[in-house]
């Protein structure tokens, strides 16, 4: 069974789910959305909080429970020898919980008092009222906020009086000012390092759009928005930004969030096919695409091509369940249109498709609020994909497919090729050790850069057609089969 976390699609977390939108309604649930940016699904801390509160199993560690933290901030508490001190969380991490109002950046009031009022919760409740016995939630700060406790570097005790066994493995971090920084999502990080960051003047990142496909898949472009510590409105309007159903918001830093989609499985479908049709070896896996590129090229992309699939297989590729856009608890993958002529190479192909055109209805998300900021005023410029993640930058046919999609080139930055992520947190910090050395810790980080193009891969206007139908039967087969996943709500 899944563990909590991004991929969890466990049949008591989709349950909670259910039992959560039954007792909201409609409009609270789309208000809800509005301020923390998240659907309420499984993928997220609120109704797998509960679900864990609930479950008479977890009795015995849930009465051991003081607050709930990061892996960020367990590393610092044991660096530092605080085990005790109550240790904050950054934005980032807090909006990655679906329980953080992204607008203002604190911790939602209703999805707060949903998770405060469980039953479970106040049952293992530690306090004497239960303000205090259910205040599980960690206190959160920007992810460079200065820690007080680090301005003499890291202390040769612990708090309890025990050596720190990081005082003599980190002599770097001995008797002077260190900085450490809390968490940053991957998501974040990764828009950065491939120069998809956008700043406050040029609108949706110079309306690049980062596509990762590694394990899982995101589209996402970051946005200007500062956080709004003194309004009490949850109105969309006055902040600045309406959420699209079917996308994410999160927040960055002070001054930033992200918008955007992501499936649980992107390279991980290829990866269980590869599996299943006995292709482990490169030699294998490389002839089967040569053969599914050759089969693209020729039904798909020459001006004669014709629309229906070259395969006439199409997959649905929730292998771990659905996040974008439908965020439908206890959806499953599903393959259809197989025959005894069905090769390898068709159903390669239609995994390959699959992941593409749940990307391609993000994208048309995006790309719809992107229209709305040019209409504005804020960008005038062409759209570009900016690919990351090893699985795209890998497969020249994937990003060929992306491009035929979304109507857009797509380009792989040469400075951020292999590394994006980590490069991004570079950025991150770097930008705010700057700030702070000229005086001005607060002032908003520029991280737009241009583009050192590696590869470009130009979309042919040939296969429009073909993808066009190829979205709407994938849709299809969705609606047909999403009845059977209903059964777990």
């Not at 990061?70 to 919980?97: D, Y």
């Not at 039953?119 to 409740?125: D, E, H, L, T």
């Not at 450490?180 to 828009?191: H, K, P, R, S, Y």
Request: proline share 4%.
């Amino acid at each position: 069974a899944a563990t909590l976390s991004y991929a969890c699609n466990r049949e008591d977390v989709v349950k909670e789910c259910q039992s959560l939108r039954d007792k909201l309604g409609p409009e609270k649930l789309k208000a809800l959305y509005q301020r923390t940016g998240a659907p309420l699904h499984a993928a997220y801390a609120l109704p797998q909080l509960l679900a864990f509160y609930k479950n008479e199993k977890n009795q015995g560690i849930a009465r051991q429970i003081n607050k709930w933290q990061t892996i960020s901030s367990i590393c610092l508490n044991r660096w530092v020898g605080k085990p005790h001190l109550q240790m904050p969380i950054s934005f980032s991490e807090a909006s990655w919980t679906g329980m953080l109002n992204f607008r203002d950046c604190t911790w939602d009031d209703e999805a707060a008092q949903l998770f405060e009022t469980c039953s479970g919760i106040v049952q293992y409740s530690h306090g004497e009222d239960d303000d205090d016995g259910i205040d599980l939630l960690p206190p959160m700060v920007d992810f460079d906020a200065a820690l007080p406790f680090l301005e003499n570097g890291i202390p040769p005790y612990n708090d309890d009086g025990s050596e720190n066994s990081y005082w003599d493995r980190w002599p770097e971090l001995q008797s002077h000012m260190v900085n450490l920084f809390l968490g940053i999502g991957d998501g974040v990080a990764a828009n950065v390092g491939s120069k998809c960051g956008g700043n406050s003047t040029s609108g949706l990142g110079s309306y690049r759009i980062a596509v990762t496909i590694g394990t899982s898949a995101a589209v996402r472009v970051c946005l200007p928005l500062s956080m709004h510590e003194d309004s009490p409105s949850s109105n969309e309007d006055e902040s600045g930004i309406s959420v699209p159903p079917g996308l994410f918001c999160y927040r960055v830093d002070r001054d930033h969030v992200l918008l955007g989609g992501a499936l649980t499985d992107g390279g991980s479908v290829v990866e269980w096919a590869r599996s299943l049709l006995n292709l482990q070896s490169d030699e294998s896996f490389d002839a089967c695409l040569v053969q599914v590129s050759k089969m693209y090229e020729k039904h798909c992309t020459s001006p004669d091509s014709c629309s229906s699939s070259p395969s006439g297989v199409t997959m649905v590729p929730f292998l771990s369940g659905e996040r974008s856009t439908g965020f439908r608890g206890g959806a499953q993958a599903c393959i259809s249109g197989l025959t005894r002529e069905t090769t390898s190479a068709h159903i390669m192909y239609a995994c390959l498709e699959s992941v593409i055109l749940r990307l391609g209805c993000v994208m048309k998300l995006l790309n719809e609020v992107g229209c709305s900021q040019r209409a504005e005023g804020h960008n005038s410029s062409q759209g570009i994909l900016v690919a990351s993640g090893n699985a795209l930058q890998c497969n020249s046919l994937w990003r060929q497919m992306l491009a035929d999609c979304s109507s857009m080139d797509v380009v792989i930055d040469g400075d951020s090729s292999g590394e994006g992520t980590s490069r991004g947190v570079a950025i991150l910090i770097a930008g705010s050790l700057q700030q702070r050395e000229l005086g001005n810790p607060r002032a908003t980080c520029n991280f737009e850069e241009p583009l050192v193009i590696a590869h470009k891969t130009k979309a042919n206007a040939a296969a429009g057609e073909h993808w066009r139908t190829a979205i709407s039967t994938q849709e299809s087969l969705i609606g047909a089969v999403s009845s059977t996943w209903n059964s777990m709500e």
